[in-house]
């Protein structure tokens, strides 16, 4: 499968610690970016670079989040000292950065802050 | 109040029913226009793109725009129950940037 991965699917948590996801974009996407979706609502944006170069950042992504793209092919998301409004599916999408620009989701990382 | 919006739904209709849904727009800047499909507890899944006014077309399902209006629409013609999911739009300013996505409608197709 060369589509988006990401890991671990699911997170659970306690208060206050802290966690980190990793996306794995499809080879040679050199545009990746990072989503939040609660239930009931569509993805909102949070992030995206371009390479290794993080370009775009959401208000959403408060200073506990924090996003890197060390080599330019995987990205990790961490956030810091979890509250339970973190609760929500963290969505990875890569694109190749042709004109069109198709976004490709992975499958997600479910987080529950207990 | 929100640039996107979608009615949630759910939205049940029988097998082989025209299924249709639509998103409005408050943001004349948006120039591209998509819809994805996302099943339960799975990322969503493109299915159609598009950046200008009208119909485009593809297999069973046919996306319409309407900039003039800030309308956008989908159809998903004789619908099966494996139609059965949430439909996002989704909506950029420009080709390389953020998605803006509606809440997102669920949909019931029930043999």
């Known amino acids: 499968d060369t589509g988006v991965s990401q890991n671990p699917r699911h997170k659970i948590t306690k208060r206050g610690q802290n966690v980190t996801f990793r996306c794995d974009p499809i080879?040679?996407?050199?545009?990746l970016y990072w989503y939040r979706q609660t239930l009931g609502q569509g993805p909102e944006f949070l992030t995206y670079?371009?390479?290794?170069?993080?370009?775009?950042k959401s208000r959403l992504l408060s200073d506990r989040f924090s996003a890197e793209r060390p080599k330019g092919s995987f990205s990790t998301l961490e956030i810091q000292r979890t509250e339970q409004g973190d609760s929500a599916m963290y969505l990875c999408?890569?694109?190749?950065?042709?004109?069109?620009?198709?976004?490709?989701f992975g499958a997600g990382t479910r987080l529950s802050v207990l | 109040q929100k640039e996107v919006e979608q009615d949630p739904g759910p939205l049940s209709v029988p097998e082989g029913a025209i299924v249709s849904l639509n998103c409005t727009y408050s943001?004349?800047?948006?120039?591209?226009f998509m819809w994805y499909r996302q099943y339960s507890r799975k990322g969503p899944e493109l299915l159609m793109y598009?950046?200008?006014?009208g119909n485009k077309e593809d297999g069973r399902f046919t996306a319409q725009v309407d900039k003039s209006s800030k309308y956008i629409s989908l159809f998903i013609r004789d619908s099966q129950p494996s139609d059965s999911a949430t439909y996002l739009c989704a909506l950029q300013t420009d080709s390389w940037g953020k998605l803006q996505f509606g809440a997102g409608t669920q949909v019931v197709v029930t043999p």
């Open positions: 999408a890569s694109s190749l950065g042709d004109p069109q620009n198709i976004q490709y």
């Open positions: 943001n004349s800047a948006f120039q591209y």
């Open positions: 080879s040679e996407h050199n545009r």
């Open positions: 670079f371009q390479n290794e170069a993080q370009l775009e």
């Open positions: 598009t950046y200008s006014s």
